[in-house]
């Protein structure tokens, strides 16, 4: 009987550890850490929006790069939250430069997943300042005891959730806001 319940505890484990590596689902659709950052992020229902807009200023095959990047990702609702036909304007060819660098702000090269943002602002007293692929800064601080939020150089302030979105080449935090740089 001690090995039958062994067995079948090993086997939850296993089960447990390997439905681990899938059981973070953004957008209705499971994200799986095998995968990179754009082809996740092209099955989930909520980031239809950054999907297009990273598809207008070019960005695919760098984000399939090698990495790791650390992706802070707004939703479609943190799109809907900017001034009518932002996007819309911003998705326009004569508009790339603005909509790739308004996009490499959410990037910061590196992997860092909440521990590791958690930590840096733990280090630097209660704020981190992060360089975002763009160039701009972002800032980091924690909000309760596992909730961070981002300001962006402008003042706007986006929350973080789901965290620690895995990928091959990176990790995503999905977040409430687009963030803006100066």
């Known amino acids: 009987m001690k090995r039958i319940v062994c067995i079948a505890l090993a086997c939850s484990a296993l089960a447990l550890s390997s439905a681990h590596a899938a059981d973070v689902v ?20 909520d980031h239809t929006t950054l999907v297009a807009a990273v598809k207008a200023a070019g960005l695919v095959d760098t984000l399939q790069g090698k990495g790791p ?3 802070f990702a707004p939703t479609n609702a943190a799109f809907g ?15 790339k430069a603005t909509l790739t ?18 930590a840096q602002i733990k280090k630097a007293g209660g704020s981190a300042e992060l ?39 990176g990790v995503i935090h999905v977040i409430d806001t687009v963030l803006m740089p100066k």
């Open 26 to 45: 953004v957008g209705g659709q499971p994200m799986l850490p095998g995968k990179t950052i754009v082809a996740n992020a092209l099955n989930s229902a």
């Open 101 to 118: 660098k308004i996009l490499t702000y959410h990037v910061v090269p590196g992997k860092l997943d909440f521990d590791a943002l958690a």
């Open 69 to 71: 990047f650390t992706v």
């Open 131 to 169: 360089t975002t692929a763009s160039g701009g800064k972002l800032w980091v601080m924690m909000n309760g005891k596992h909730n961070i939020m981002l300001k962006d150089e402008k003042g706007g302030v986006a929350n973080i959730g789901p965290y620690d979105v895995y990928q091959s080449n």
């Open 81 to 95: 939250k900017l001034p009518a036909g932002t996007v819309d304007t911003l998705v326009k060819p004569e508009n």
